[in-house]
């Protein structure tokens, strides 16, 4: 630039162009430039690029192009895989950076281009990502569910330890509760837990549970095509975004429930950032958003999957690959299970028999040890064998009494136990943990002095033992004693003193 104003200013103070050429050593053809140009024009292609070795291969590198669009992404043709075919199988005389060079071309001409969008307020989009967390000292995957309002940028975060159906329904029904209304439409991609198949005709068939959810809701459902993520990029973005800012460093929490507490107040800290192009904050913007939604209904979906099954013989109920107890009464009956993110309920008939923590491994079987209390009261020799016990933290002062029990009543002290673990049916660990601690200080050491002194604990009243129903107790007998026979006792020291 510095010599396009030297070269000028001399030609125009009278220096020929000849001169000029000699004086700053520089052609005469580049002087005329300079004349004709007040800056550098840069270097302008006039004709297209001749590739004479590589034009009669274009038609067979388009058409294995053509036919990588159908296979898996990660076995498409590479620059150098079509340099080596060509070479290997066509005669191809070139070398490997002409082939390189059309490939970038031809990427950048095919290059997506889109429209600017404009969002209306009121409605949502919604997406699920995943991230690393660890989460009661165990790092794991966690899917986050992501709800977006395109309009406002307003977002709702929640994570997972799967991306299931019912994770998907609960984290809208939070999402909703949340922001305190129901968006009008909300797009999303054709994740097969809501898309159970795609028509002919572009119609989707929907998931049972996730139809379930949408007529309660009375949300209008919009899909992306499938493959491109871009059809609802914002929140494609907000995913990203989330697990950028939210989740780094790994976060670490001691449940699942304080993980999205505080994802939660994430979400409300950033409803105060104003975005770049934007004049409101994000939570000025969403006043707007609000105004569009829908109320919310009385109550909210029941966010859960729905199954029938046969209890086996060991009192287990098969949900998901896992195996779950149940009261031995029900062995062989039908029963209804109801799939949460966080637990799985299971009832026969009109009534719940069974809750459970939700597994999330595979094969797994969860056990609650009541269950299987009355049939190893009848099968008494099951005790120290029983799978439903093992690992059964109890504090230590129940195995004091069945000690006790055992070494005072023998196999009979072992039933007595049974039944003393079976108080759990109706009573806390902790009130039985109390009556326990109790009867062994009082050495009532007997089922009916701890149900007898649970009750009193819960009913708030003094306990009153009658020890005559315990003749396996130690026995003292303590006499009524007279002042003679202490006299005589102090006078018989006194002889030997003597």
């Known amino acids: 630039m510095e010599l396009y104003l030297r070269v000028r200013l001399a030609v125009s103070e009278g220096m020929t162009q000849r001169q000029a050429a000699k004086h700053f050593n520089v052609s005469r053809d580049s002087v005329a430039k300079m004349l004709s140009y007040s800056t550098p024009p840069g270097y302008q292609r006039r004709s297209p690029i001749r590739r004479p070795k590589l034009d009669a291969f274009v038609s067979t590198i388009e058409q294995w192009l053509e036919a990588d669009m159908v296979m898996p992404r990660k076995q498409r043709h590479t620059a150098k895989r079509v340099f080596d075919r060509l ?8 070398g490997y950076t002409i082939i390189k060079d059309y490939m970038r071309e031809r990427d950048q001409r095919r290059q997506e281009v889109f429209v600017p969008l404009s969002h209306p307020p009121g409605h949502a989009q919604a997406d699920f990502g995943e991230a690393t967390v660890v ?40 999402a909703f509760a949340f922001f305190g209304a129901v968006p009008q439409s909300i797009v999303y991609d054709n994740d097969r837990c809501l898309v159970a198949k795609i028509l002919p005709d572009g119609t989707r068939k929907r998931a049972a549970l996730f139809s379930g959810f949408l007529s309660h809701y009375l949300i209008r459902d919009r899909y992306g095509r499938p493959g491109k993520g ?8 907000l995913v990203g975004y989330a697990r950028r800012n939210f989740m780094v460093p790994i976060p670490r ?14 979400c409300r800290k950033r409803q105060r950032d104003k975005l770049r192009g934007e004049s409101e904050t994000i939570g000025e913007r969403l006043q707007r958003d609000l105004a569009a939604m829908r109320p919310l209904p009385a109550s909210p979906f029941d966010a859960c999957d729905q199954a029938s099954a046969v209890v086996t013989a060991q009192s287990l109920v098969r949900y998901k690959t896992n195996d779950y107890s149940v009261p031995v009464a029900y062995g062989h009956q039908d029963v209804w299970v109801r799939g949460y993110v966080d637990q799985v309920v299971i009832g026969c008939r009109g009534e719940i028999i069974a809750r459970h923590p939700r597994c999330w491994e595979r094969e797994d079987v969860v056990f609650d ?19 439903p016990l093992q690992g059964w933290d109890l504090p230590d002062e129940f195995a004091t009494l069945r000690r006790l029990m055992e070494g005072r009543m023998a196999k009979h002290g072992r039933r007595e136990y049974v039944q003393v673990l079976r108080l759990l049916e109706s009573f806390d660990l902790a009130d039985l943990h109390a009556a326990v601690k109790q009867a062994i200080q009082l050495g009532a050491i007997g089922f009916d002095a701890v149900k007898h002194l649970i009750l009193c604990r819960v009913e708030r009243r003094p306990p009153r033992l009658d020890l005559a129903i315990y003749p396996y107790l130690p026995t003292a007998t303590v006499e009524k004693t007279s002042a003679k026979a202490y006299m005589r006792l102090l006078s018989s020291d006194a002889g030997e003193a003597a």
């Open 369 to 387: 040890p009541v269950h299987y209390l009355p049939l190893i009261e009848r099968k008494i020799n099951s005790l120290d064998q029983a799978a």
């Open 253 to 266: 929490f001691a449940t699942w429930d304080a993980f999205n507490a505080f994802l939660e107040e994430q």
């Open 230 to 237: 871009n059809d609802k990029g914002n929140v494609e973005g």
């Open 135 to 174: 989460i009661g000292g165990v790092e794991q995957k966690a899917r986050f569910f992501v709800l977006d309002l395109p309009h406002s940028d307003g977002c709702y975060v929640r994570a997972y330890p799967a991306a299931v159906a019912e994770a998907w329904v609960d984290g809208h029904v939070h």
């Open 87 to 94: 070479r290997d199988e066509c005669g191809f005389t070139g």
